[in-house]
């Protein structure tokens, strides 16, 4: 079956650079999310998308901004790199019918030099 | 405010038998989702069980179970006949009430789990 691809795997960034993940949901599913989950940390909510539409937002600083498109890939837009922003990122897509269980991708494990 | 309690940071369990791993949660909502993730060293999260708040029994998923026990809020995964590849983080996630939100995932701060052969 299909699953929730991200891309790249592994990023190394410096300092106030800016990075780009992408994100491509499952076939059919119509909410995607982004989590950041820091080192040894549990995974936190940046943000959400309902049918390419902006739908919550959670701990996602100012400096990162994200957008669904027609083909409901999404991106996550990070600019003025931090140490602090290290961290895996995942995106996660769903379905709004049956349980709403969220399918993770594999996530891009962001390093910030 | 939603919460999520995994008191056991690390646990320790021989291979092929059972474990639990404890999750507790607090919400005002009467309709909620709770959700088990396994997430192996390589970092990726696997979806393993969910319980729906007005789920009549226990759900289960092979090896899995959830003892679902609401009026104590708990919801508590068990595995049975340890496997060595069971060894991993285990999250318990609670879903945001629909009301509010597309329903992103609250997540406790997570067990490991270790099998020994």
């Known amino acids: 079956a299909a699953g929730v691809i991200q891309s790249p795997r592994h990023l190394i960034k410096e300092k106030r650079e800016t990075a780009t993940l992408k994100c491509y949901p499952i076939p059919r599913h119509d909410t995607v999310y982004w989590y950041q989950q820091g080192p040894g940390q549990d995974p936190q909510f940046l943000i959400s998308?309902?049918?390419?539409?902006?739908?919550d937002k959670g701990s996602i600083p100012d400096r990162f901004s994200a957008q669904q498109f027609s083909d409901y890939h999404s991106e996550l837009n990070m600019s003025s790199l931090e140490l602090g922003d290290s961290a895996l990122y995942f995106c996660?897509?769903?379905?709004?019918?049956?349980?709403?269980?969220?399918?993770f991708g594999p996530g891009t494990r962001l390093t910030v030099t | 405010a939603q919460k999520i309690t995994q008191t056991q940071p690390g646990m320790f369990v021989q291979e092929k038998e059972a474990v639990t791993l404890d999750c507790t949660y607090d919400?005002?909502?009467?309709?909620?989702?709770l959700f088990w993730y396994k997430q192996p060293s390589s970092g990726e999260m696997i979806f393993l069980i969910y319980q729906g708040s007005y789920d009549q029994q226990n759900a289960t998923e092979g090896r899995y179970s959830l003892n679902f026990q609401k009026a104590r809020k708990s919801a508590n995964l068990v595995i049975s006949a340890s496997q060595l590849g069971d060894s991993a983080m285990y999250f318990c996630?609670?879903?945001?009430?629909?009301?509010?939100?597309?329903?992103?995932?609250?997540f406790g701060k997570g067990t490991k789990l270790s099998v020994k052969p």
């Open positions: 998308f309902y049918e390419k539409m902006q739908s």
């Open positions: 919400t005002s909502d009467p309709s909620y989702g």
């Open positions: 996660a897509s769903r379905t709004l019918t049956g349980s709403g269980e969220q399918y």
């Open positions: 996630a609670m879903r945001e009430p629909y009301g509010g939100s597309q329903g992103n995932l609250i």
